[in-house]
Structure formats: structure tokens, C-alpha cells
């Protein structure tokens, strides 16, 4: 099945004890996925971390 893969790197969230991966973690990946399944895999910037608004930090908001 045709598809786009978008890695965006998970963002810290207080109390969470997961961490946010180095740039040659996710290359990593992104090389492992482009040989396993022959899609377009995209490496993205996150956005918001500045407000605490960035993937993954919301769901720990309220």
C-alpha cells in the first residue's frame, strides 16, 4: 500500500520518563524503514516545543 512515512521526534513532557532521540537516532531508523518497506520516509521538525505545545506534550496538558 502506497504511503508517506513522517518521523517527528518525540518532545519532553515533565514526569515522563522517555527522552527526546539525536538526529543520528532517527536517520538511523529512516534508513531502516527505506530498506524494509520502500515508502517515502520524511524526517520532520518538531514545532512548539518552545510552548510546550510540540507532539507529544499536549497529551500531558490540564
Not at 17 to 33: A, D, G, T, W
Amino acid at each position: 500500500m502506497p504511503c508517506k512515512i513522517n518521523l517527528i521526534g518525540f518532545n519532553p513532557v515533565e514526569g515522563v520518563r522517555f527522552r527526546s532521540p539525536r538526529l543520528e537516532e532517527l536517520q538511523h531508523f529512516q534508513k531502516i524503514l527505506l530498506g524494509a518497506c520502500k515508502q517515502a520516509v520524511t524526517l520532520r521538525r518538531s514545532h512548539g516545543t518552545d510552548i510546550a505545545a510540540a507532539c507529544g506534550q499536549l497529551a500531558g496538558a490540564g
